[in-house]
């Protein structure tokens, strides 16, 4: 032994000891262990003294128990003490205090089933753990399906997990639970859903497969092995399902409290069913195969809701409804076969009776004869040689054969449902990997091992020995990759067992051989057993009091095999002329069910279905099938199968889960320690422990072991290389170097090292606690010390000062008082001695009285008592008297009727002798009658006699007769005299009586006078005080009519109140509602995307030469986007088409659904859009509702406005018809030439024009009065229309309590509100293009005014020459724009031909004209240098004036054209249509954000879209409208598509989506939205088009963008969030690192690859600068950072919960540390408004609930109110999951945690544990104007939008 274990038994190191029943407990040392001693000194934790004797020969000492910080750890292996009582004591820790049910142990998963549903499978579990690594979350069934997933995607090897376990320990749900993960996070590429066909394939083989037993009510009662298929992305595609040995004899057999199986109850329940009226089913009692075991109901479970489970997962797996009803046929005729009654014949024969009701329901089910079936079920065929004979069965064999062909017909039928599951879950995809999941039953012993118990263990122990390697290999792998000496661990190798029972003459080979013999038995066959095997293999021994079977020394225990039945199960024998029976039904499915009898078959019979590999099945190819083959044993089958299954699992990566059941009554959360130890022996956990155990078991990595025991090394240790420093540390602290050993990432340790290193680095942290303590009490103590000698000196001072004046004072007032006391007292004893004299005399004289009195009457009382005595005695006396005299008369006549009765009964009695005497002595009838005669003689004289005495006693009766009556006649005269005597003592006592009532009534009456009187007075006093109270009454009136009025005040803002209550509650609701409608978006969208797919997998498929996705043209696009708000769909409907033309041989059923699904969810849109509408619509008339009083006041200035508007069309007409006259004017003056300055008609021309300017001025004003007092006259009719009463209205709204009576209210209010909006919208409109149509011609007349005004000024400027020419070139103008209107205007083509005709000869006339003028000019021209040459310096000035008119003339044309251009630019900008795709393409899907973003203006894709719309409504092109905007949303879309995982890109297009969604309301003409806007930008308002419906549209594309914004961020910043949130240690040193075991976890040491805090603010931090660079909106922006903050507060909080070992007291601080860094982030972007931080609140209080104190209620009470935003289920959680990380720290006791679940029972929540991480909250775009003016945006050359013109 070495010296460190010596030093840790210490005085109270806890040790562990056996216990018959807890099977080891928990014990302390109380004395120090020195060696050689013989015993140890321990105390229980009861406190009960015990001495432990050790072992002499060995001197082993008991287990040392491991420090309680690592009690509950994750992973067994993490332990220090490897061995038996700590993985059973972790494990019920695990298991009962924190009710966690996995646990690791090494590579192997322990899963303890707790007896009830844990809502730990959900989803957001799966996603959890989804993606993570084995070690970095807690314990769970789905890290091991995570890690099978991923190293079968990253090593491209084949996966296995095996579950195994005994009945009852949950295989059968873990093994479910697993399928459902693979199935979650994997997909599928098929159209039929694969994963949900295998999670399908579970409740169909519970069904048939699985029953009730004493340890499980689901019962698994077959082995099966599923490989589910894995195409090349790791998509399931198909599955494939073997299965190994089910157990037949149930179906005929159940013991007490089993089952059968559940398919047979489910049937049963459902008979009532009327599909299955036809089966004759009833009760499961009333069938023999069902009720044997006696428990045929299954507390809750309904078996008839599960058989409708059963029926819907056959419909999922293509079975359709008549092979359900045909196979629910097969199980009836099975129940009814049961029933089938044999009797006995004679001794050798047995027959059916005729009409046999259940025999006849069998052949009917079965479709097969009825004399056939009863003929061979009592007979069979013997064949020889030669001859075939039939011989008769006893009824004992006829009754095995019906239960053999009961069996034999269900294992068929077991086999087809198998073999056509199989062929449901199989693909034509190739398959790439796989994953199978082995659910097989555990080791198994009962009192009665039969052959499939043997089958069973026999399976195990293959299995075992498969681990053992496995477990072995790992530590001899781990051991080499590090590079470190290893030596051979020996561990229990149970290959000779297997040899036992597989090798040659082992068990199954004699057992096959002895099937063979012609007379073999088990008798025999054990025989063999025993001669062959007892003496050369120590693992075979013979029963003691048994010949008929054995035992084997199996890896878990030795089990005892009853040798009966072993030959008939391993031959598994039926009657082959049954079979034939069977085989000629007219039944389809039974003949198809015995069709594959010449195929192979698996253990259990069932054929194997097909799938994307290579099957391991026993079945051999149909060309080498012989008949030898079909007539193997059951034990070969199995032994092939098994050894197939093997090399599977040895071709695969295994994982192993082993389950543990905790108690053999079903008890949830109830721990039985000595069964767990049971199967963790068992099942191999204990043995992976000790092959742990005997090499390195603890390793650490060199950062984890510095981190963690660096407290140990000194300053001058620690040094650059922290491997050299852990080095250096190690051999100092350890002398034996064997103890540990070096490896190139990791420290290797024995078992116990790291307790004791532990045990030192917790002395040291003690003896730095004692240090410190001492020094700060001392400083402490020292300082208080002081502080209260200066104050007691103080204290001392003033005391003292204070006492002496107060004994001066004290001696003075001592005096005084003694004086005053002395008088004083000296007066009081006087007058109480006085007053007690006078008291003393009158009660003398008072007491004397009365002791007189009482004498008196003392004595008078006795006179009057003897003369009471006298009389009373003598009444005694007399009544006693008679009362004697009536006794003995009475007793007189009882003896003397007892005598009569005596003498009565003698004489019957001789009469009865004398009867039967005579029938005795018939012979003596003569003396008898002489007798009689003698008789008869005696009676007469007795007749006599007897008459004499009567007449005697008449006689006597009659005196005493008359003597009675007279005495009672003197009795009533006496009674009457004493009557008498009473009646006048009472009329004397009445006569007294009225007298004194008479006098009371004379004292009544007066005193009712006085009373009468006394009243009369009473009353007039209170007249008068009510006099006084009626003027108090009043002033309280006017006091309560005050307090009225303040109360209508009070009830009216309470009113306001419950208004704005009710406007915040719609606001809630419309929230709720978008949120809904953006749900449903994304939705919409991924139905969208998934139907991209399988259209593009659709044309691969189908080989077309057209890959990608494919685009329709742009007006089918648009039309489809005008309808359906989506242009998307025009494409889903051509891809259909598509698929529809190319998909020959393909199954268009999905895209059916698809579309249908497509339509649905359409619909759904619509729905929702509508109630978001309704509720927008009643927000707002919400909101209305305040100002309805002030409207309504504008009601009396309606009419005047009416009367003001028709005024106004009038003087519009007026204006119109001078206009028309003043234009008729100008062209008759221009065809005259009177036009010139100063005429009077130029005058009168100006006259007109300035008075038109500026009455167009007055009706501009007049005209934007009119339009908003039309809109004020909407408001006002629309409430006028649906209150007439605003007051009354709102209390009737606010009355409405039911939800009923709101709606049907608000459905009123909104068919009012459409009629009149759409009356008053009609009305708008026309006056609208009324005014628009004045205000146009108006400005057009002006516009022709100032051209012909500036025409005739520079007319009058030029020389006649040049005036000519100008005027020519005017009327060509003019007159080609005014044709131009006429062609525009015809609609005939013969006018419009002619019309064309006449432009163009008037024009030529005008070209020849203004040729000749030319002429004229230059000839002119000529002639005038001419005579310059000739004049001198006066013609060179007239040259000059001459020829600048002519420069003139070509100036106004070349000035004019481009300033004016720049001058009017409206912000448009024209394109051809062909250019469409052009520009769409340049500017949308070949556009780089990164470029545009810095160097452009921001949103300038947007600006660019919106100035195109806007030409193309300038110019009043609708079709240019809808294709330009689908074009737009379809190629956003695809960019979105295909780069939807770039930020930058998404969050571009998120801002230019948004900026042209803005654009379409500033620029839509709706005065909401152009209130905002300046002149100019009204002025470039949308005039033609109302594209409300497309800025919905836009809207919803926006929402896509900002969920696609969400996705893309969200899977930035998931690799950071736990790594930087909880792992990494911002605040460095405050957290330990604890030992992890075998799974590490990811360091929480900073690694240079490792995520951290400032990561995360960095990424955070380039979002923000990237979308505020794009121009997102500010309050986009806040949303954004909403929803990045609850990304982050929820996944950190999900990973706490999910990981134990992150659940400590330093956790909790670094975790709010990192919460104030995020906060100060937010302060920095001035972000604390956008309620990014209220987001956190979980996460803050999980946090708290880490550090606060959790011992008492006080801190329970704290707990409840503090953690508001935590629900129960995660409260209790981080309880559970608190784990010290250093030993100062306590764990969170039981009793504490369900305090906290009693107090917080009350609460109404979600039991759901973890948040939802996929919650978006719904996003809202508010209207943000740009104060950017369109005519000053510039395209910049690198758009390459050259082709675009400036309008």
Same mark, same amino acid.
């Given at each position: 032994?070495?010296?460190?274990?010596? $030093?840790?038994?210490?005085?109270?190191?806890?040790?562990?000891?056996?216990?018959?029943?807890?099977?080891?407990?928990?014990?302390?040392? &109380?004395?120090?262990?020195?060696?050689?001693?013989?015993?140890?000194?321990?105390?229980?934790?009861? %406190?009960?003294?015990?001495?432990?004797?050790?072992?002499?020969?060995?001197?082993?000492?008991?287990?040392?128990?491991?420090?309680?910080?690592?009690?509950?750890?994750?992973?067994? &292996?993490?332990?220090?003490?490897?061995?038996? /009582?700590?993985?059973?004591?972790?494990?019920?820790?695990?298991?009962?205090d924190s009710k966690l049910i996995y646990t690791y142990c090494g590579i192997v998963l322990v899963a303890i089933n707790p007896y009830e549903s844990l809502p730990i499978y959900g989803s957001d579990i799966i996603n959890a753990y989804s993606g993570q690594n084995m070690g970095d979350m807690d314990p769970h069934i789905f890290a091991v399906a995570e890690e099978a997933y991923k190293q079968m995607a990253r090593d491209e090897r084949n996966q296995s997990i095996i579950v195994s376990g005994e009945s009852g320990a949950g295989k059968t749900v873990s093994a479910k639970y697993a399928m459902r993960y693979f199935a979650t996070v994997s997909g599928t590429t098929s159209e039929a859903n694969v994963e949900q066909k295998v999670l399908a394939s579970n409740p169909i083989m519970e069904a048939i497969g699985n029953a009730k037993t004493t340890r499980n009510d689901n019962s698994s009662r077959f082995g099966k092995y599923i490989e589910i298929g894995f195409d090349p992305r790791y998509r399931i595609i198909g599955a494939n399902m073997r299965t190994y040995l089910l157990e037949k004899s149930r179906v005929v057999f159940q013991a007490d409290e089993e089952r059968n199986y559940h398919i047979f109850y489910q049937l049963c329940a459902s008979a009532h069913l009327p599909e299955l009226k036809d089966l004759r089913l009833g009760s499961a009692n009333d069938f023999l195969y069902t009720r044997q075991g006696r428990s045929p109901v299954i507390e809750g479970v309904d078996d008839t809701k599960e058989l409708s489970t059963t029926r819907h997962a056959f419909t999922l797996l293509g079975v359709n409804e008549s092979y359900q009803m045909g196979l629910f046929q097969v199980l009836a005729a099975i129940l009814h076969l049961g029933n089938v009654e044999v009797k006995d014949r004679d001794s050798d024969s047995s027959v059916i009776p005729p009409n046999n009701s259940h025999l006849t329901a069998f052949c009917e089910l079965v479709g097969v004869s009825y004399q056939d079936m009863s003929h061979w079920l009592c007979h069979r065929k013997l064949r020889t040689a030669t001859e075939t004979y039939i011989k008769t069965v006893p009824r004992l064999q006829a009754v095995n054969s019906r239960d053999a062909l009961a069996k034999h017909v269900y294992a068929k039928l077991f086999s087809w449902i198998v073999e056509h599951v199989n062929k449901a879950l199989v693909t034509n995809i190739k398959q790439r990997s796989f994953i199978g999941v082995l659910d097989i039953y555990g080791f198994e012993t009962f009192e009665i091992n039969s052959f499939e118990q043997f089958c069973i263990n026999y399976a195990n122990e293959k299995l075992q020995q498969q681990f053992n390697m496995h477990v072995f290999k790992l530590e001899q792998e781990e051991y080499m990759r590090e590079e470190i000496p290893w030596t051979?661990?020996?561990?229990?190798?149970?290959? /000779?067992?297997?040899?036992?029972?597989?090798?040659?003459?082992?068990?199954?080979?004699?057992?096959?051989?002895?099937?063979?013999?012609?007379?073999?038995?088990?008798?025999?066959?054990?025989?063999?057993?025993?001669?062959?095997?007892?003496?050369?293999?120590?693992?075979?021994?013979?029963?003691?009091?048994?010949?008929?079977?054995?035992?084997?020394?199996?890896?878990?225990?030795?089990?005892?095999?009853?040798?009966?039945?072993?030959?008939?199960?391993?031959?598994?024998?039926?009657?082959?002329?049954?079979?034939?029976?069977?085989?000629?039904?007219?039944?389809?499915?039974?003949?198809?069910?015995?069709?594959?009898?010449?195929?192979?078959?698996?253990?259990?019979?069932?054929?194997?279905?097909?799938?994307?590999?290579?099957?391991?099945?026993?079945?051999?190819?149909?060309?080498?099938?012989?008949?030898?083959?079909?007539?193997?044993?059951? %034990?070969?089958?199995?032994?092939?199968?098994?050894?197939?299954?093997?090399?599977?699992?040895?071709?695969?990566?295994?994982?192993?889960?082993?389950?543990?059941?905790?108690?053999?009554?079903?008890l949830a959360f109830s721990f039985d320690p000595m069964r767990a130890v049971q199967q963790l022996r068992a099942c191999g956990v204990l043995e992976t422990i000790r092959i742990s155990a005997a090499g390195f078991p603890s390793r650490w990595t060199y950062q984890e072991f510095y981190s963690r025991y660096r407290v140990l090394m000194k300053q001058k240790d620690v040094l650059q290389d922290k491997r050299l420093t852990c080095r250096n540390v190690l051999e100092f602290l350890v002398q034996d170097q064997d103890k540990y050993q070096f490896g190139k990432t990791k420290i290797f340790f024995r078992a116990g090292q790291v307790a004791y290193l532990e045990k030192l680095r917790s002395d040291k942290l003690r003896v730095a606690c004692v240090r410190i303590q001492k020094t700060i009490r001392c400083w402490l103590a020292r300082k208080k010390f002081l502080r209260q000698r200066r104050s007691a000196i103080t204290i001392q001072r003033f005391t003292r000062g204070f006492q002496a004046r107060c004994l001066a004072k004290f001696m003075r007032r001592t005096s005084a008082a003694t004086t005053i006391q002395k008088y004083q007292r000296m007066c009081v004893a006087r007058r109480r001695y006085r007053q007690k004299q006078a008291a003393a005399l009158a009660m003398q004289t008072i007491l004397r009285a009365y002791m007189a009195r009482q004498k008196y009457r003392a004595l008078l009382r006795e006179s009057k008592a003897v003369v009471i005595q006298k009389h009373a005695r003598g009444l005694l006396a007399r009544r006693r008297f008679k009362r004697c005299l009536r006794a003995i008369v009475y007793l007189q006549c009882c003896?003397?009727?007892?005598?009569?009765?005596?003498?009565?009964?003698?004489?019957?009695?001789?009469?009865?002798?004398?009867?039967?005497?005579?029938?005795?002595n018939i012979g003596m009838e003569n003396k008898i009658m002489q007798l009689q005669r003698r008789i008869d003689e005696q009676n007469n004289n007795h007749r006599a006699t007897v008459d004499k005495l009567a007449t005697l006693e008449a006689g006597h009766a009659a005196d005493s007769e008359r003597m009675r009556v007279e005495v009672t006649r003197l009795r009533g005269v006496e009674e009457d005299a004493r009557n008498n005597a009473n009646r006048a003592n009472s009329l004397q006592g009445e006569l007294e009586r009225l007298k004194k009532e008479l006098a009371t009534t004379q004292k009544e009456k007066k005193t009712i006078e006085d009373w009468a009187t006394k009243y009369r007075d009473e009353m007039e006093k209170m007249v008068s005080e009510l006099k006084s109270q009626n003027g108090l009454l009043k002033s309280e009136k006017d006091d309560l009519n005050r307090m009225i009025q303040e109360?209508?005040?009070?009830?009216?803002?309470?009113?306001?109140?419950?208004?704005?209550?009710?406007?915040?509650?719609?606001?809630?609701?419309?929230?709720?509602?978008?949120?809904?409608?953006?749900?449903?978006?994304?939705?919409?969208?991924?139905?969208?995307?998934?139907?991209?797919?399988?259209?593009?997998?659709?044309?691969?498929?189908?080989? &077309? =030469?057209?890959?990608?996705?494919?685009?329709?043209?742009?007006?089918?696009?648009?039309?489809?986007?005008?309808?359906?708000?989506?242009?998307? $769909?025009?494409?889903?409907?051509?891809?259909?088409?598509?698929?529809?033309? =190319?998909?020959?041989?393909?199954?268009?059923n999905l895209t059916l659904k698809l579309q249908k699904r497509l339509g649905e969810l359409e619909q759904d849109k619509q729905q929702l859009r509508d109630e978001l509408e309704n509720k927008e619509e009643l927000f707002q008339r919400a909101r209305a509702r305040d100002d309805v009083e002030h409207k309504k006041a504008r009601g009396a200035e309606l009419e005047y406005e009416s009367l003001k508007r028709q005024e106004l069309e009038s003087e519009n007409k007026k204006l119109k018809h001078n206009l028309a006259e003043m234009r008729q004017s100008l062209l008759g003056n221009q065809a005259t030439g009177a036009g010139a300055p100063g005429s009077p008609a130029y005058k009168v021309l100006l006259d007109q024009l300035n008075s038109s300017s500026e009455e167009l001025d007055v009706r501009k004003e007049e005209v934007l009065i009119l339009r908003s007092q039309l809109v004020s006259q909407k408001e006002a009719t629309h409430h006028k229309e649906t209150m007439t009463e605003p007051t009354h209205h709102v209390v009737d709204v606010s009355k409405l309590k039911d939800t009923d009576e709101i709606k049907q209210a608000y459905v009123g209010l909104k068919d009012t509100n459409r009629l009149l909006e759409s009356q008053l919208q009609a009305q708008r409109r026309s006056y609208d293009n009324e005014t628009e149509g004045l205000r146009s011609e108006l400005q057009n007349v002006k516009e022709e005014n100032n051209r012909q005004q500036q025409l005739l000024a520079q007319n009058l400027q030029l020389p006649p020459e040049a005036r000519i020419e100008a005027s020519l070139q005017h009327e060509i103008t003019r007159l080609t724009n005014e044709n131009l209107e006429i062609l525009t205007d015809n609609q005939d083509p013969t006018a419009s031909r002619e019309a064309r005709v006449t432009i163009l000869?008037?024009?030529?006339?005008?070209?020849?004209?203004?040729?000749?003028?030319?002429?004229?000019?230059?000839?002119?021209?000529?002639?005038?240098?001419? $005579?310059?040459?000739?004049?001198?310096?006066?013609?060179?000035?007239?040259?000059?004036?001459?020829?600048?008119?002519?420069?003139?003339?070509?100036?106004?044309?070349?000035?004019?054209?481009?300033?004016?251009?720049?001058?009017?630019?409206?912000?448009?900008?024209? $394109?051809?249509?062909?250019?469409?795709? @052009?520009?769409? @393409?340049?500017?949308?899907?070949?556009?780089?954000?990164?470029?545009?973003?810095?160097?452009?203006? /921001?949103?300038?894709?947007?600006?660019?879209?919106?100035?195109?719309?806007?030409?193309?409504?300038?110019?009043?092109?609708?079709?240019?409208?809808?294709?330009?905007?689908?074009?737009?949303?379809?190629?956003?879309?695809?960019?979105?598509?295909?780069?939807?995982?770039?930020?930058?890109?998404?969050?571009?297009?998120?801002?230019?989506?948004?900026?042209?969604?803005?654009?379409?309301?500033?620029?839509?003409?709706?005065?909401?939205?152009?209130?905002?806007?300046?002149?100019?930008?009204?002025?470039?308002?949308?005039?033609?088009?109302?594209?409300a419906e497309y800025r919905q549209v836009i809207s919803?594309?926006?929402?896509?963008?900002?969920?696609?914004?969400?996705?893309?961020?969200?899977?930035?910043?998931?690799?950071?969030?736990?790594?930087?949130?909880?792992?990494?240690?911002?605040?460095?040193?405050?957290?330990?690192?604890?030992?992890?075991?075998?799974?590490?976890?990811?360091?929480?040491?900073a690694d240079e690859g490792m995520y951290t805090l400032e990561s995360i603010l960095r990424q955070l931090g380039a979002f923000h600068s990237t979308m505020c660079q794009h121009g997102t909106d500010p309050e986009l922006i806040k949303q954004v950072v909403k929803q990045q903050f609850y990304i982050i507060g929820a996944v950190t909080l999900n990973n706490l919960l999910l990981r134990k070992d992150m659940c400590s007291w330093s956790k909790g601080m670094q975790i709010r540390y990192n919460v104030s860094q995020l906060e100060e982030w937010l302060r920095d972007k001035n972000l604390m408004a956008c309620g990014a931080k209220e987001t956190l609140e979980p996460l803050i209080q999980a946090a708290q609930l880490l550090q606060v104190k959790k011992k008492t209620d006080e801190d329970a009470e704290a707990i409840c109110s503090m953690c508001h935003a935590l629900t129960t289920a995660q409260i209790v959680k981080v309880l559970n999951l608190y784990t010290p990380v250093n030993e100062f720290e306590e764990?969170?006791?039981?009793?504490?945690?369900?305090?906290?679940?009693?107090?917080?029972?009350?609460?109404?929540?979600?039991?759901?544990?973890l948040m939802d991480t996929k919650v978006i909250y719904p996003v809202t775009f508010p209207f943000n104007p740009s104060a950017l003016a369109l005519e000053t945006i510039q395209i910049p050359s690198s758009l390459n939008l050259g082709f675009l013109v400036r309008v």
């Open positions: 032994m070495n010296q460190e274990l010596y $030093y840790m038994f210490v005085k109270l190191a806890r040790v562990w000891i056996p216990d018959a029943e807890e099977v080891w407990k928990s014990a302390a040392l &109380t004395k120090n262990y020195e060696d050689g001693d013989g015993s140890l000194q321990l105390a229980l934790e009861d %406190g009960t003294n015990l001495e432990h004797k050790l072992d002499p020969k060995t001197k082993n000492l008991p287990y040392l128990r491991n420090p309680d910080i690592l009690v509950g750890e994750n992973d067994l &292996t993490a332990l220090s003490y490897l061995h038996e /009582p700590a993985v059973l004591h972790n494990l019920k820790v695990r298991f009962i051979l661990i020996d561990f229990y190798d149970n290959q /000779p067992c297997i040899n036992l029972i597989e090798a040659k003459m082992g068990v199954l080979d004699l057992l096959d051989e002895e099937c063979k013999m012609p007379k073999g038995s088990d008798e025999s066959w054990a025989q063999k057993l025993y001669n062959t095997h007892l003496k050369t293999c120590s693992l075979f021994q013979k029963p003691r009091l048994s010949n008929r079977a054995f035992i084997i020394q199996h890896f878990a225990d030795k089990v005892e095999y009853q040798c009966e039945g072993f030959l008939e199960k391993n031959k598994d024998t039926v009657n082959e002329e049954q079979i034939n029976v069977l085989k000629a039904s007219k039944f389809p499915l039974l003949v198809e069910l015995f069709q594959d009898g010449e195929k192979a078959v698996s253990p259990t019979g069932q054929p194997q279905g097909a799938g994307g590999r290579t099957r391991l099945s026993v079945k051999p190819d149909k060309g080498r099938t012989s008949s030898r083959e079909h007539k193997k044993t059951v %034990g070969c089958q199995f032994r092939n199968s098994l050894q197939m299954l093997m090399d599977t699992l040895n071709a695969t990566t295994p994982h192993y889960v082993r389950c543990i059941k905790p108690n053999d009554f079903k003896l003397r009727r007892m005598r009569a009765r005596w003498e009565l009964k003698k004489l019957k009695i001789e009469a009865r002798s004398v009867e039967h005497f005579k029938k005795l109360q209508r005040q009070q009830m009216t803002e309470q009113m306001a109140r419950a208004i704005a209550e009710e406007t915040q509650q719609l606001e809630t609701d419309l929230n709720e509602e978008r949120s809904r409608y953006q749900n449903l978006l994304t939705e919409h969208l991924r139905l969208e995307e998934k139907h991209d797919d399988l259209k593009e997998e659709m044309a691969l498929s189908s080989n &077309t =030469s057209r890959p990608g996705h494919r685009r329709t043209d742009s007006t089918h696009s648009s039309n489809e986007s005008e309808y359906t708000y989506n242009s998307e $769909y025009a494409e889903a409907d051509e891809g259909s088409r598509v698929s529809e033309d =190319s998909g020959r041989g393909m199954d268009t000869r008037r024009m030529v006339d005008l070209m020849e004209q203004l040729e000749k003028q030319d002429k004229t000019i230059r000839k002119l021209k000529k002639q005038l240098k001419v $005579y310059s040459k000739r004049i001198g310096e006066m013609g060179v000035g007239q040259t000059e004036g001459q020829t600048s008119p002519g420069q003139m003339v070509d100036e106004p044309v070349r000035a004019v054209s481009i300033p004016r251009r720049e001058k009017d630019f409206q912000g448009m900008l024209e $394109y051809k249509r062909q250019d469409e795709l @052009k520009l769409v @393409k340049n500017l949308i899907l070949e556009l780089k954000p990164r470029g545009v973003a810095v160097n452009l203006i /921001p949103g300038l894709p947007a600006y660019i879209l919106f100035m195109c719309l806007r030409h193309a409504d300038y110019v009043n092109d609708d079709e240019k409208v809808r294709t330009l905007l689908a074009s737009t949303i379809n190629c956003i879309k695809k960019i979105l598509k295909k780069r939807g995982d770039d930020f930058e890109t998404v969050s571009f297009w998120l801002a230019n989506t948004c900026r042209f969604l803005h654009c379409l309301k500033q620029y839509s003409g709706d005065e909401v939205f152009m209130k905002h806007n300046s002149a100019r930008q009204n002025e470039h308002c949308l005039s033609n088009f109302d594209l919803d594309l926006a929402i896509q963008i900002y969920q696609q914004l969400i996705k893309c961020m969200e899977n930035i910043l998931q690799a950071m969030i736990v790594s930087g949130m909880l792992e990494h240690e911002t605040i460095q040193g405050v957290s330990g690192v604890k030992p992890t075991g075998l799974r590490k976890r990811t360091s929480s040491i764990r969170v006791s039981v009793s504490f945690i369900r305090t906290i679940q009693t107090r917080l029972r009350g609460r109404c929540e979600s039991p759901q544990l």
